[in-house]
């Protein structure tokens, strides 16, 4: 940057002794996200919300972060409502050159006769750039990078409480998600005897439905977050001591949102189903997980092809090996990477899956991975689960939450009945 924009003589810089070894602005800003480097998730958006401020700052207002006041700011918070066109594109990989702070929705709005794109964030999301700005701010603060925090002058983007927060209407009913699961074991069984000598295609095609059966049995069976999927390990799955001879149990130990550990049982099915994902990757499931021993995630890409672009997708591990197709043993899919493998292969049931209502298809085709969790809860509901142990097993914070899985079903439960009263009804009209 231009040294009057890199803020290294800022005029917010504090005089006091620095804690943090910081010449300019950005090093300032390494500093405050090198302390969630233990937190990807955390870590990618904090990073995507500094980096917009700070692209904001220099590109467009023409001052250095540390020279920034109160009346910036508040402009910054009126600029999230209606990004800067130039700020705004199509979804593409940080990496590349037409990539843009902010990505549009897919629809769009005709304006004079022209297609205009929005990338509108939604009041929850400009309420929470605001607050991650606030925060980072008050750490510079704290180390004495900065004199003061501006953003503490701001108010929040008014948000209007929703009374159903959770799009839980995105849960499969109970015949969908039984079809959906017979049909991944009959196309996880179709390709079975597929080997690496076999089409690449075919071989991978088959790969790529057993892992994603597994996945989507870990979110709709143990109600695991995509985040969840992605970071379950071998270790921390074991059988119960609570399970029998008659009855197994096993139980995997993971940490989700906010870093709280917590512990959820694994059915039958998603076991069997795993087994035959690692088979795809020549590893013994049953025998991997000894004592004190490593043996790595739960979910990861049997075979990476050897570009860049697919490397960067996973994170690579130390057993990964060079060549075209080359096997991997540690190297786990990304929680988005896992998101676009399933959103693919939903669309692909959707389009080519026998014995589909068109509404089945219309409620399958507007899933998504969290959907299959939402599903669990749902499900586990209606077939009279607690709800306070479904809220142990999802892992909300609140028992208040997990009710809304309760309004839900109360709620089908009166649409059913009411289907059933319209057609009594129309068959006593007719006689």
């Known amino acids: 940057m231009p040294h009057a924009l890199s803020g290294a003589d800022g005029e917010n810089r ?17 500093a405050y996200l090198n302390r969630f480097r233990d937190q990807p998730k ?11 401020f700070l692209l904001w700052a220099v590109a467009l207002r023409g001052k250095a972060l540390s020279n920034l006041k109160v009346d910036d700011c508040e402009v910054y918070k009126d600029f999230l409502k209606d990004p800067d066109p130039r700020f705004v594109g199509e979804r593409f990989a940080r990496h590349s050159p037409r990539w843009r702070p902010f990505a549009f929705s897919n629809s769009t709005a005709a304006v004079d006769g022209k297609s205009s794109l929005s990338a509108t964030l939604s009041p929850e999301s400009q309420r929470y750039t605001v607050r991650v700005l606030r925060t980072a701010f008050a750490w510079w603060v704290d180390v004495r990078y900065l004199a003061g925090n501006p953003w503490k002058a701001v108010h929040d983007p008014v948000v209007v409480k929703r009374e159903r927060p959770m799009k839980i209407e995105r849960a499969l009913p109970a015949n969908l998600w039984r079809k959906l ?5 009959v196309r996880s069984a179709e390709e079975s005897g597929a080997t690496a000598g076999a089409h690449w ?9 057993r892992a994603v059966r597994a996945a989507i049995l870990l979110m709709g069976d143990s109600g695991l977050r995509r985040e969840e999927d992605a970071s379950a390990r071998r270790e921390a799955l074991r059988p119960s001591s609570f399970g029998t001879t008659e009855r197994p149990v096993w139980e995997l130990t993971i940490v989700g949102k906010g870093q709280r550990e917590r512990t959820v049982p694994v059915s039958a099915a998603t076991l069997n189903a795993l087994r035959a994902h690692w088979r795809d990757g020549a590893q013994d499931f049953d025998g991997a997980a000894e004592e004190d021993k490593q043996s790595g995630p739960l979910l ?18 130390q057993g990964a090996t060079g060549g075209k197709g080359q096997p991997v043993n540690e190297a786990a899919y990304t929680a988005d990477g896992l998101n676009r493998l399933i959103s693919r292969m939903v669309t692909e049931l959707v ?5 589909l209502s068109l509404d089945e298809r219309v409620r399958l085709g507007q899933s998504n991975a969290h959907a299959f969790r939402h599903t669990f809860g749902t499900q586990s509901v209606a077939n009279e689960v607690p709800v306070d142990v479904v809220q142990k097993v999802l892992g909300h914070a609140s028992l208040q939450m997990t009710t809304i899985y309760v309004q839900a079903e109360k709620q089908r439960v009166v649409e059913e009945v009411a289907r059933y009263y319209a057609g009594v009804e129309a068959r006593r009209t007719a006689s």
């Open 300 to 317: 990861s890409p049997v075979v990476i092809p050897w570009t860049d672009a697919s490397r960067r997708q996973h994170r690579m591990g």
């Open 201 to 209: 295609r075919e071989f991978q095609a088959g790969v790529q439905w």
């Open 14 to 30: 504090s005089t006091a002794f620095c804690y943090i070894q910081a010449n300019h602005d950005l090093d300032a800003v390494r």
């Open 181 to 185: 699961r017979d049909e991944l074991d």
């Open 42 to 52: 955390t870590l990618r958006a904090y990073t995507k919300e500094l980096e917009r």
């Open 351 to 355: 389009e080519t899956m026998y014995g």
